[in-house]
């Protein structure tokens, strides 16, 4: 599949787009607790996974993954699997921790697990740097890879014409007001 810059230039307007982007009050936003558990399918973002696998998942997460059709990113899974590689095989809870990530994303079924194409890479980039140019986060930090993938994830969501699912408040907040036809579900993490 072939990436058009002009198409997705005219489709982002990123010359458009000026100031600081601000985080919206909570309760404009659109919150797993206000969800009905039948519904649209989701895409899930990697802080579900974590949050399931560390237990501290919602209960109206939790329902949503029951009832709902689960789609998954590729995105994710090269998140997940980073893991892998990242911990120290020597500490004594990288067993327990690896094993837990292997069954998840053994779990996956493969007929929903998606892999980004050259449209939504090209148009996550430009995504991304708006993003980080609009919010004015210090460069060299690691903000700009990070905003690729949820961007990534966030355009492959409005492709499948799925909602992100996500624990990740603020950079889908920010994603969704540059790009309001894709749709998010939020929550927060109790405490």
Not at 73 to 84: D, K, M, R
Request: aromatic share 6%.
């Amino acid at each position: 599949m072939r990436f058009d810059l002009s198409e997705s230039l005219r489709a982002l307007k990123p010359e458009k787009h000026r100031g600081t982007l601000e985080r919206r009050p909570d309760e404009t936003l659109p919150w797993a607790a206000d969800e009905p558990p039948i519904g649209g399918p989701l895409f899930l973002d990697t802080s579900v996974y974590l949050d399931v696998l560390q237990g501290r998942s919602p209960t109206e997460v939790d329902t949503l993954l029951t009832y709902r059709l689960c789609h998954h990113s590729a995105v994710c899974l090269s998140e997940l699997t980073h893991a892998f590689g990242r911990l120290n095989p020597k500490h004594p809870s990288t067993k327990a921790a690896l094993a837990a990530i292997a069954a998840t994303v053994e779990d996956i079924p493969v007929h929903r697990l998606h892999a980004p194409d050259a449209p939504i890479w090209g148009q996550a980039g430009m995504l991304a740097g708006l993003l980080f140019r609009l919010s004015n986060l210090p460069k060299g930090e690691g903000h700009e890879r990070r905003f690729v993938n949820d961007a990534l994830i966030f355009l492959q969501a409005r492709q499948l014409g799925a909602s992100v699912l996500t624990g990740n408040v603020r950079d889908f907040d920010f994603l969704s007001q540059l790009v309001p036809s894709a749709r998010v579900i939020l929550y927060r993490v109790p405490l």
